[in-house]
Structure formats: C-alpha cells, structure tokens
C-alpha cells in the first residue's frame, strides 16, 4: 500500500517535473529511424552434435511442409530462416543454466540446460512458444562430469494414444536417471534412478522401442571403458534388465552409436575397438550375442544423424571413408569416398546426414582443397542409379580471409529431378559466421561473433573534403577558363538548394536518418561514427554507428601460433589518431594470443577505423590481419599516455614498460612524463597496488613500475571489477544551489572505483570502493549484502558522481524490502557550501584531498541492471543522463533528476524549486518513456559505451550484449537546434510581406508629410 | 512673440485698491527700512526650501519601499522599472545636484557652486544613497546581484595535477 502511494506520489511529481522539459521521450517518428538494433542468436557452438546447427523440417499451415535451421549457442536456442537468414524465433536461457543440448523432432525441439540437465524445455519449433517447461531436478543435485553435455540425452516415444500428435519424451539426465515426460502437457509419468552401486556406470544415450526404452552407458573400468545397457519398460519405467557388454572403449562416446535397421525391430548398438567395428542387437532380454563386422584397420565410426537408415561411416587408419549400411543383420559397405584418405592437397574431410522431404537419406562429404581455393562438397545419394548410388559434387568459393575456417556444416538436400541432386548447406565458421550456401552461391551471411563483442569503441569520421580542382603553376588562360567551367558545372544545383534551403525549412534534421550515399563522412550533427568493435571469435569489425550496418571487418591473424592454432583475446582498444590529427583515425587493439600450444603473446593490431586497413604493415595485401608482438607473455595492464604524442604505454608481468609505437619521438614523451605519472594494478585476490614509473639506471630507455601503495580489502572481499571515471570535458567545478552558494566538486583526477565480489558463499558481503589512485586511500565505501555469494554489482564513476546497482536481499524487519536498488553518490569538496579544497590540482601530497563529503540517495527499480554507463557530451554542459540496461532486455535513460542524491526528503523548498530539485522518492518509476530502445529486444547487455556528437545537446550510446543497439539521446532537449516544428516559411513570409508593406506605405507616408506641411 | 509689458509708470499715480499695500517700487523711501528684514525671511525659506529638497529623496523611501513590495520578487517589466529608476534616479539628481540648489543659493553666493548649501547638498547626496540602497537591496532579494560563490563559479580555473593518473 505504502509503496503503490509512493508509486502515484511519484508520477504525479514527475508529470508536474518532467513536463517542463518538452522532448524527453522518443517520439514515435524517430524509432527506428535514429535508433537500430540487430539481433543474434549467438556463436553456435560446433563441439557436439546437440547444438551445432541443423535444418529442421517440420509441418507448417496447411499441409506445407517448412524448414528453420534451428542452433544452439551458450545462452540461446535460435531459429533462422533459411531464405533470408533472419531469426524466425529464439529463446534466451538463464546464465546458470547454460543449454546442454537440443533435440528435435518435427513440430518439437526440446532443450535440456542446467548442470546435469536440471531443467526441460520443450517449444513449438514453428513459433518457439514453449510447449511445456519441467524442472527435473534441483541444479545442486546436478552431477558435473568432465565434459559438459555427457549424461543427458532426450530421445521422442511414440505417443501414447494413437492419433496423438504429441509424442513422449524421455529423459535421461545426470547419467543416471531416466524420465518419461508426457508430450501434451509435460508431467512427469515415470522416473527411474540407476541404483547406488552402479554410480560408476554413466548412462549417455536412449534408444526407444515400442515397448522398451535401452539405456546405453560406460562402465569405467582399467584405462578403458565398457559398454552397459539398462532395459526399462517403456510404459511403466521398471527396470528389466542390465546387463555389462564385453567391450573395450577408448574415447568414450565417441567410440558407439546406435542404429535402427529399417528391417528390423531391434535397435543395433554399433561399437568400435581396436581397429574392430562390433554391434550387438539389443533385445528386452539382452540376450544377443555381439557381432564383428569384416575387416580390421578401422579408427573412428561417425554418426552421421541417419541412424534411422541404418547407415553410418566407417574410417580406416588412412583417413579414408566408407559408408555403411545395415541390412537383415548383416553390415553392408555401400559406397567408398574416393581420395577421401589423408592428403596434403585437401583438408580432412568433415561429413554429414541429410534426409529429405520423401525421407530418403543423402551423405555429405566436405573439404577445403587447397589447390581450388575452395571448399569441396560431394553428396552421395544411395537411391540413384538403381540403388548403386550417385556422388555429385560441387566447389564453392568459401572466403577464409573473411570468415575463418569451416568448423561444421550442415546438409540439406533436394532431389526434384531424377539425375539431379541439388544442395544446400550452412556453415558455421570459425569467426563465427553463419553462411548458407545453395551449391556454389553464398545467400546470406549473419555474423554472430557480433555477439560477443569483448571492446568496442567510437571513432569519428572525418569532414568531407571540399573538392577541389588541381592548379598547376603552369596552367594557361585557356585552360583557366576550362577549369572554371567544370567547376561551375555544379553552379545550378547549389543554387537551387541555396534558394530552397532559405525558402523552406528543409536543413539536415536532428531526428531524420543520416543518409548514407555520402561514403565515410561525417554528417552535419555528428551522429555517424564508426564503431570498431573487436569479437572474441578474432574478428574485428567497423560498424556504422548510425544504421548499424557492418562497415569493414577483417580476421585478426594468430601470427606466432599461426600452426599451432590459439585464441585472441581483445583487451583493450585505443584511438591512438583522430581525426584532429589531420589523418585518417587509427586504433590499436591490445590482445593477449594463447596458443593451443600454452604460449601467450601481447599482440597489438594497429588498424585504421575506416577501412580496417592494417597501419603497421604487417600483412600482405588481400591477407588476414597481421598483429605486432609486443612482448612474450601476458600483459598485466596498458594504458594511452595522455599526451599530443598517442604512445600505448604496456606493462608485462614483471612490470616492465614496453611503449607501442616503439619510436624516438614516443620515448622522449613518454619519459618527460614519466616521473609524474601514476596508475594502480589489482593483483589477484584483494589486494590494490599503485605504481610510480622508474627510469632504468644504466639503460636510459627502459623503464619499469615501482610500488607505492598497497590496500589490502578486507579478506572475505576478491576484487570483481575496477570502473574507470567516464572521461569527457567538466564544464563546471561545482554545482550552485538556489541561494547561489557553490558545493564544490570534488573532482580528483585519479579517483576510480572498485566493486568486490564476496569470497564466502553464503552470507557474504560485496563492496563499492572509491579509490585515490594517487596513494591508494579510500575515499568511500559500501557495503552490500551478497545474494547467495554473488553480488552482481554495477557501477559507473563520471566527474564526482557514482552510480552503481545491486540487488537488495537484506530482508531484517517490516520496514525493509527485497530488491534492485540504484544508489546515487555525489562527493563534494570540504565541509559545506563555499568550501573549496581545488580537489583537481591538489597534489596527492596534500592532506586536503581526503577533505570531503558526499550524499547519497538509494532507490528502488523494478529491474535488475546489466550494465550502466553515462552519457557524455562534447563539452559535458549537458545533463548527464545514466543510460542502463535491464534484465527485460530494454535500454533505459534515467535522467539524472530522478537521480539526484540530493532530492530532498521533504517538500522543496523555493530554493530547492529553484535548483529544480524534486521530492526524494524511494521507487524510480517504470516510466515506458524512459525506454529508448521502444519495442526492440536488445538481451544479456554487457556494456554500454557512449560518446559525443558534433552538436553538444546530444549523446550517442551504443550497447552490446547478445544483440547490438545504437542510438543517441538528448537529456536536456534538443536545445542548440531548432525545433522541427518550426515555421521557417512562416516566418520568410511575414518579413516578406512586412518589406513590401513598408515599400507600399513609405511614398504615401511620404506624400502625407508634404500635403501637411502645405496646409500648415 | 510680442509680450506684453506692463507700464508702471502709467499705473504710478492710481492709488491701491483697497486692503491692498503699495507696490514697494512706488515707495522707494521705505526700502532701506524693510529690506533686512524681509531678505532675512527670504533667506530662511531659501534654507528650509533647501532642506525639504534634501531630505526629499528620504521622504518618497516608505513609498518606494511599499511600491516595491507590491511589484513581486520576480523578474518582470513591471518590477524592473521600479528597480531601474530607484537606480538610476539617485545618480541623475546627484549629477544635476547644483542645479537642483540653485534657486535656494543665498543672494551673495554663487548658485552655481558646490560649496553653496553644502550641508543641505550632503544631506541630499545622502539620501539619495539610502534609495540607491533600496535599489540595490531589491536587486539583491530578486537575485540579480552576483553576491554568491556560485555566481563567479564559472569565472574559476583550475590547473592540472602535478600528478597523472593512468585509466
């Protein structure tokens, strides 16, 4: 009650408060037009059959049939349409329960996440509505094995009335239970659990029959594994049999798979061991003896998805494959892949199942050839030709400058025409890409490594160049006149827009779209930018920042573990020219390289922002990126010397200072500098320590950090993140309350804060911190209780003000409630008003930079924050608006009234009406016109980065998460334009028509005066 | 323009009407008599003339005041011209202060001259000063004065750190 009247008090206030300002919401003409979002379903991931992605026909309307490629990253189940590539639907998953796997069929695909498979979901796989949803066990019950997805299977049942579209699904998680799930409405008919002695037996894989459901594990025994198979009823879930099979397994899963002859109404468990393929039939009784198939040699069997058809591939010890077929028992070798053996002309070669619309099976065979440049696809139809079979091929130009590696594909195909056998295929990159291919022509690419941006940052366009015609010294007057001619070619056109432009109203618009024939320039207001944004899939891209449109990207390149293969992780990203420098801009990503082999490299990629072109030179036109190795092993920190001269200044882990570019000139700034500058590292655990820069005492050149402080954080506390301060101009030093007395800001150049995770699992306790970098004393703390040992804390520092989110479980008496809560600091310098210490020039020597104070505000939201930023103007005389993120995958301006940490408790008085200071109310509204991302879904936020536009009213912001957002904001109004309501023409034509009413009545006027003065 | 002049000596002969005294002219005997005493008199409504004009400013304060009072502490037209006059009114008579005097100067003095009624012009400057207070005072109340820190904050400067912190 209280609460729902505090909620009314609210917005009536802020009805009365925010309707002063006239523009504070987005009006429904500029959504989507100054604001774009891009959505993603996440890198698939390729490392097992259960998530990569696959095509997935099912019934649509009517009696057509549709198909959606349906794939499965960490965090996300999508489905793309195949025709134009975009999401027909997705489901977002919860962080602790990442999915362990998808399982489709037809009209349902069911997903199992959760540690040990906790949870069941099953959706509509045409819509992606969910079916039903099942917790089937609580996830600190899970059993975590090695490998993620082992121990979880779904397999469908028939259903159980006939008729019944719906069909059963039964579940094995935690490599022990087995549950029949009812396929209407998702109860639970049966639950079966192995027995406490067999725990050393992990169940992997269900096989149904009509009347039995086999459970196929691993028993572990000496240096290998042994098969086992449980018998249950079908129907009742009793148990009927179990039984160890006589074998000897090497890889685990990898080393068994099941068929299902067409003939047959036994289930086939195929194995392979030591060069050996065997197979037993599996019958309630378990009674069959195993079989060995012909022949030795053998290294793998591959499970191509067509066990339905009884068919899987067999590869011998060369590398060579051979499909094979089983038929009344007996294993069949259908068709041999020519040339499929190890070669160094091709790379191994990847396979896979497709079934099409009749059910007839297909096998795909891809490689990349290096002779062709080109990856190879052949496709072999074992119907054609009388049941002999047909292998058709094609070569398709897959780009690996652009998109990396083939890691997986998969197979769709058709057969319209007797001899003709026409595919498609999507493939999944290593960068993360998502291409289809209709045989040899690439129909839509989706980047999905956008989604897992690790830095970005804004980089301003250049001005238009005015062209101008080249003079030469030399130049006669004929070719003068000429010259000019051309010139004035254009004449007519300017003169038409000049007349238009001051005739009519029609000037670049704040809330039109930024056109785009205008190629890499700036546009009149500055709201196209480029946003470099380096993935962790090693790919960087240039992103337009007006329409979101993926400008350049290129492949970042493993340089020194280019063999062995490694990992690119970005780190950093600096802008080290602008375009004040007069060239075109410049940024250097920092990236630590782990190679598979377990080298790390500092990797520096000096790239320019409009075209990706590489700046350093390392890499041969037309090839990947090439990077710089800065140094061997991991950096510890790197930082942009603030100076004219752009210098990266970067910290091994012995604390030596290596500087990027390494030339004279950054070496003579770096050390006239040195000696006054500070930064502060975080080491492992709780610990923060600030550093001085000593120069070498033989060698001028080097130099190295030296410690000066070091704050130890209370032992329970692990320091989670360091939050830098926003940089941006400060237009004013203090804020001036209503009886114009100043509360100075406490602006300390060094100041950071710093967020702590709590090491205890229960009951622990988080930390916000403000730090003077300069000596490492602390300027402010806060406690917050930890949820369950975590505290998802976020925090943003910019000027004296930080902001920072948490949820709220400290739940003691009547008068406190769980919740997310927002807390807004704001330090001010001395004692009071008029007290001023000069915070920003105080040397860290002096006693008066702890001589502070600050208030504070707490406030209630409905949503949890993901990521928080400020927004930031071009000379910071704006308001500053706090742009968050939340869990309902929206984008929020919070203006920084609502905000304020002064907002008095009781009436404002007229001095505080004067300041516009609004009653302090503990719940900020959920206002939908604090939304700026309207209708879009912009999910799993991570970071929001903002940066100013030409005009000083507006804001651009952009955040990155699963899906991208751009847009820009204006927290005071679109106060420097003019309005788009204003009448230009209106106005044209009142002093029009006032200039002819004067030159109308100034004769007569005249005349008058003269007629007077006669009759005087 | 013809002005009219009256002939005295045409009029010389014709005796008063009745209740009324002989023009001092006709009797030019009784001047020496008449005249200290009558100059003394002048003299005196001179100097108390002079006073009332010094202490005028002072007198119209409590009306001032009350005008001010009724026209608000807000910043419109109305308010502004009781501020601006009460501004500008004191200079103006301060700068046309001798001849504001000069018709009450003592016969012998210069009218002119500063020195004249200098207790009186004082006076006068001083109350003059109290309304240009009123002025100013209500400039104050309605914020126009820059009397806070906050209205030169923008006028601040601040140097860089002898330090720098690397973020």
């Not at chain 1, 047959?264 to 599996?282: F, M, T, Y």
């Not at chain 1, 009388?386 to 769709?412: C, M, Q, R, W």
């Not at chain 1, 839509?444 to 690790?454: D, F, H, N, V």
């Amino acid at each position: 009650m209280h609460i729902l009247s505090s909620l009314w008090t609210t917005s009536f206030l802020l009805f009365f408060a925010l309707s002063v300002s006239s523009v504070w919401a987005l009006h429904e003409s500029e959504a989507g037009v100054v604001d774009w979002q891009k959505t993603f379903i996440g890198v698939p991931r390729t490392d097992g059959p259960r998530s990569a992605p696959s095509f997935l026909r099912m019934k649509a309307k009517g009696n057509d049939t549709t198909s959606l490629i349906i794939s499965a990253s960490e965090r996300t189940l999508g489905a793309v349409n195949p025709v134009d590539g975009s999401v027909a639907w997705r489901h977002i998953f919860e962080p602790s329960h990442p999915i362990l796997g998808y399982y489709k069929s037809g009209n349902v695909v069911a997903t199992l996440s959760g540690v040990g498979g906790s949870v069941l979901h099953v959706f509509d796989s045409l819509e992606g509505t969910i079916i039903h949803e099942k917790r089937l066990h609580h996830s600190q019950n899970g059993q975590l094995y090695s490998q993620r997805t082992l121990g979880v299977d779904v397999t469908f049942g028939a259903p159980r009335t006939a008729g019944h579209e719906a069909k059963d699904l039964f579940v094995l998680t935690n490599g022990q239970t087995v549950h029949r799930i009812g396929g209407t409405r998702g109860d639970l008919l049966w639950s079966w659990t192995a027995p406490e002695q067999t725990s050393l037996v992990i169940l992997e894989r269900l096989t149904v029959t009509d009347s039995t459901i086999y459970a196929i594990g691993l028993a572990k025994s000496f240096a290998s594994y042994t098969l086992h198979v449980t018998a249950l009823s079908a129907e009742t879930g009793e148990l009927l049999t179990t039984q160890n099979i006589p074998s000897n397994i090497q890889n685990g899963s990898d080393d068994f798979l099941m068929l299902f002859p067409p003939t047959s109404e036994d289930p086939r468990l195929v194995w392979i061991e030591k060069g050996v393929v065997r197979s037993v039939a599996l019958t309630p009784k378990l009674t069959s003896k195993p079989q060995s198939l012909r022949g030795s040699g053998n290294t793998k069997i591959l499970d191509v998805g067509l066990s339905k058809h009884g068919m899987f591939i067999v590869k011998k010890e060369d590398g060579s494959a051979t499909v094979f077929k089983l038929n009344q028992n007996t294993f069949e070798s259908i068709w041999d892949f020519a040339d499929s053996a190890t070669s160094s002309k091709y790379s191994d070669s990847i396979y896979a199942g497709s079934v099409d619309k009749e059910g007839k099976p297909y096998i795909g065979r891809m490689y990349w050839s290096f002779g062709l440049q080109a990856g190879v696809l052949h496709v072999f139809t074992p119907h054609l030709l009388e049941g002999k079979g047909l292998v058709s091929g094609f070569s398709f130009p897959f780009k690996t400058d652009d998109n990396g590696i083939i890691n997986h594909y998969a197979l769709d195909v058709v057969n319209p025409d007797r001899l003709k056998v026409l595919s498609r295929i999507v493939v999944t990159t290593t960068t993360g890409a998502v291409q289809l291919w209709l045989e040899e022509k690439v129909q839509w690419t989706r980047e999905e490594s956008l989604s897992t941006i690790a830095v970005a940052e804004f980089v301003e366009l250049p001005e238009r160049k005015a062209i101008q015609s080249g003079t030469t010294e030399s130049e006669g007057f004929v070719g003068r006149v000429l010259r000019h001619i051309s010139d004035a070619q254009g004449f007519p056109q300017y003169l038409a827009g000049f007349v238009k432009r001051f005739a009519t109203a029609s000037y670049a618009s704040v809330s039109a779209a930024i056109s785009h024939d205008s190629g890499l320039h700036r546009d009149e207001f500055g709201f196209k930018k480029i946003i470099v944004a380096a993935t962790e899939h090693g790919k960087i891209f240039g992103i337009d920042s007006s329409n979101g449109h993926v400008v350049w990207s290129r492949v970042l390149g493993l340089g020194p573990v280019a063999d062995a293969g490694g990992l690119i992780v970005p780190l950093k990203m600096f802008a080290v020219k602008t375009v004040s420098d007069g060239e075109a801009p410049q940024v250097v990503l920092l990236t630590a390289l782990r190679g598979f082999d377990g080298t790390v490299n500092t990797v520096v990629y000096h790239i320019n922002a409009l075209t990706g072109k590489d700046e350093a030179n390392n890499s041969p036109k037309g090839d990947i990126l090439q990077g710089t190795v800065v140094f061997p092993g991991q950096p510890s920190e790197a930082y942009l010397l603030p100076s004219k001269v752009k210098t990266i200044i970067l910290l091994d882990s012995a604390n030596n200072i290596h500087l990027y570019p390494h030339t004279e000139a950054n070496v003579q700034a770096f050390a006239e500098l040195a000696p006054s500058l500070r930064f502060s590292l975080q080491t492992s655990g709780h610990t923060l320590h600030g550093y001085q820069i000593v120069q070498g005492a033989s060698d001028k050149s080097a130099f190295s950090a030296h410690r000066t402080w070091s704050l130890s954080l209370p032992n329970n506390e692990v320091v989670g993140s360091v939050i830098r301060p926003a940089q941006g101009p400060i237009a004013s030093l203090g804020k001036v309350l209503g009886d114009r007395s100043t509360l100075y800001k406490y602006l300390n150049p060094h100041l950071f804060a710093v967020t702590t995770v709590s090491k205890a699992s229960a009951d622990g306790v988080c930390s916000v911190y403000l730090v003077d970098g300069s000596k490492g004393s602390v300027i402010y703390h806060a406690s917050v209780a930890s949820t369950r040992g975590t505290c998802n804390i976020q925090a943003e520092l910019t000027e004296n003000w930080l902001v920072y989110g948490y949820y709220d479980e400290d739940f003691a008496g009547d008068h406190q409630t769980k919740g997310y809560r927002i807390v807004s600091v704001e330090v001010y310098e001395g004692k009071g008003v008029n007290d001023k210490t000069s915070s920003s020039e105080l040397s860290s020597l002096s006693d008066k930079t702890l001589d502070i104070h600050f208030y504070e505000r707490s406030f209630e939201t409905n949503q949890p924050v993901t990521a928080l930023a400020a927004t930031l103007t071009k000379f910071g005389m704006t308001t500053k608006n706090m742009i968050i993120a939340t869990k309902k995958n929206q984008i929020q301006s919070i203006p920084r009234r609502l905000l304020d940490p002064r907002r008095p408790k009781a009436d404002p008085t007229a001095q505080q009406q004067e300041e516009m200071l609004i009653k302090y109310d503990p719940v900020l509204p959920a206002d939908p016109r604090l939304v700026v991302s309207h209708r879009y879904e912009v999910a799993n936020v991570r970071k929001i980065i903002t940066s100013p536009a030409l005009l000083e009213s507006t804001s651009l912001i952009f955040a990155y998460g699963l899906d991208l957002f751009g847009s820009r904001v204006t927290p005071s109004g679109t106060f420097d334009v003019l309005s788009e309501s204003f009448n230009k023409a209106q106005l044209v034509l009142t002093i029009g028509g006032l200039t002819l009413a004067i030159a109308i009545a100034r004769p007569m006027v005249n005349r008058k005066k003269l007629k007077e003065r006669w009759f005087q | 323009m013809s002005v009219t002049k009256v002939e005295y000596s045409k009029w010389k002969s014709l005796p008063p009407p009745p209740g009324f005294a002989p023009l001092s002219t006709t009797r030019p005997s009784s001047k020496a008599v008449n005249t200290p005493r009558q100059a003394d008199s002048y003299a005196a409504i001179k100097v108390k003339r002079a006073w009332d004009l010094a202490m005028s400013p002072a007198k119209s304060l409590p009306m001032q005041a009350f005008m001010l009072y009724m026209s608000g502490g807000g910043v419109q037209i109305f308010s502004m011209g009781i501020v601006f006059m009460l501004l500008f009114s004191p200079f103006k008579n301060v700068a046309a202060i001798n001849t504001a005097f000069a018709p009450f100067a003592p016969s012998p003095s210069s009218p002119k001259s500063f020195n004249t009624l200098f207790i009186q012009k004082i006076v006068y400057i001083l109350a003059n000063l109290t309304t240009l207070a009123l002025g100013l005072y209500k400039c104050n109340s309605m914020g126009l004065l820059p009397m806070g820190t906050g209205d030169w904050l923008a006028f601040e400067t601040r140097g860089p750190s002898p330090e720098i912190s690397l973020h």
